[in-house]
């Protein structure tokens, strides 16, 4: 069954440094989605993107993120200069067009230190 | 603006119990879609259902079923006979048609032998 995969699966980061988290989509999707859950709380919507651009983002999407489709599988999400509460779980997510549900990756847990 | 209660943050059973978790959730559409996720200690995000708001029918999929009822604005899941490999976090989210997913905080589940 086709899946959403994630690398790495793991990252440690120096405060400042910046951290590129990739994500292979399902190939037939066309929703893209970033999540993320600091240690113990909920999952919180960072950003989708559709058609080659960000279709909503939230509060938490500031400046020092950005997304990326740089070829026709992957999509990245950049965080520019890290800091310490940047730390958490990065779920990537995908759905196909007409379909509400998505589907996430297994994760990359990024430590700032 | 969409949000999800789960008023619950633990619960703790012992095998072979029956455990409802709660969602509540808040919305201005009338199209919405309601979702159910598994985060088991391995942290990746399992999904388990989908509902959407014209389809109050309730299901039930071997040892798993959901109550949604619209007066109420919930969406609850019962497991029957709970085993231990059900312990995890069990997250309720809600999407409006075309928007992204918000989760609720959380129900941490403890099933013990």
């Known amino acids: 069954e086709p899946e959403v995969t994630q690398t790495p699966s793991h990252q440690v980061t120096q405060m400042g440094q910046e951290v590129i988290l990739r994500c292979v989509p399902i190939?037939?999707?066309?929703?893209f989605y970033w999540y993320r859950q600091i240690l113990g709380q909920k999952v919180e919507f960072l950003v989708s993107?559709?058609?080659?651009?960000?279709?909503?983002k939230s509060e938490i999407f500031d400046d020092q993120f950005s997304v990326e489709r740089p070829d026709g599988s992957n999509f990245t999400l950049k965080i520019r200069s890290t800091k310490l509460e940047d730390s958490a779980m990065y779920f990537c997510?995908?759905?196909?067009?007409?379909?509400?549900?998505?589907?996430f990756g297994p994760g990359t847990r990024l430590l700032v230190l | 603006a969409q949000k999800v209660t789960q008023a619950q943050t633990e619960i703790s059973v012992v095998e072979k119990e029956d455990v409802t978790l709660d969602c509540v959730y808040e919305?201005?559409?009338?199209?919405?879609?309601l979702f159910w996720y598994k985060q088991p200690p391995s942290g990746e995000l399992v999904f388990l259902i989908r509902?959407?708001?014209?389809?109050?029918q309730n299901e039930i999929s071997g040892r798993y079923s959901w109550n949604f009822q619209k007066s109420t604005s919930s969406f609850n899941f019962t497991i029957t006979a709970s085993q231990v490999v059900d312990s995890a976090v069990y997250f309720c989210?809600?999407?409006?048609?075309?928007?992204?997913?918000?989760f609720g905080a959380g129900t941490r589940l403890t099933v013990k032998p």
């Open positions: 997510a995908s759905r196909a067009l007409e379909q509400e549900t998505q589907y």
């Open positions: 190939s037939n999707h066309l929703y």
């Open positions: 993107f559709y058609n080659n651009e960000i279709s909503e």
């Open positions: 919305t201005r559409d009338t199209t919405y879609y």
């Open positions: 509902r959407n708001s014209f389809d109050e």
């Open positions: 989210a809600l999407s409006e048609l075309n928007n992204d997913m918000r």
